[in-house]
């Protein structure tokens, strides 16, 4: 496989990583858990084996840590961790000189939908828990869903969403072909997290699909 066949569906660095997607992603992770503050990159590529050199790449010209590394039906996707917002950007750089690419040319994401329910029913509640990762969600509490693509960028709603209101993690899905994100909490703050959550991954710069 060369750097030419390699396509950057998503890559994105968050810095000041926010307490509870943190220790959703230390419950959910593989490798070395992310704490509260750190810095991640995190990355979803095409075709799915691209990750494993580039990851070997990183890891080599930075001391970032390897946390996440899936290859499934059809993309690759890896989170890198470090306290140090330099050496995720020295990995970030690596990648992208090995792909002989810059960060205009990931995929700019898109939301493909947002949800509001208020007072959830507590059969519904119940359902959602049987599969959650994070926060049990509470029947009457109002739940927020956001739903984009590549899935990936669902990392940066969720960080972001946590930082403009008190809300739970319910569940971050960023593998797969749309990235999804859970959150609840009162309706005042959950849509308030939805706000921040859309803004952030539309503000995000890159190639159209």
Do not use: H
């Amino acid at each position: 496989m060369t750097r030419s066949d390699i396509t950057i569906r998503a890559l994105v660095q968050i810095d000041n990583l926010q307490p509870k997607f943190a220790a959703y992603n230390g419950a959910t992770v593989q490798g070395s858990i992310p704490l509260s503050g750190d810095t991640i990159l995190i990355g979803e590529l095409a075709p799915g084996n691209g990750v494993f050199s580039l990851i070997d790449r990183a890891l080599k010209a930075s001391s970032v840590e390897a946390t996440s590394q899936i290859v499934e039906r059809e993309f690759g996707f890896f989170i890198l961790r470090s306290p140090s917002n330099a050496e995720v950007t020295a990995a970030r750089e690596a990648i992208l000189a090995e792909l002989g690419a810059s960060m205009r040319d990931r995929v700019k994401p898109t939301v493909a939908s947002t949800q509001i329910i208020t007072s959830v029913e507590p059969y519904q509640a119940q359902l959602l828990n049987k599969w959650r990762k994070g926060t049990l969600v509470v029947p009457g509490q109002t739940l927020g869903i956001i739903e984009c693509a590549p899935a990936a960028y669902i990392s940066i709603a969720a960080n972001e969403a946590e930082k403009s209101a008190e809300i739970d993690i319910v569940e971050v899905r960023a593998v797969g072909r749309f990235g999804r994100l859970f959150v609840s909490g009162s309706e005042n703050s959950v849509k308030a997290a939805v706000d921040a959550a859309v803004a952030a991954i539309e503000a995000v710069e890159g190639t159209p699909e």
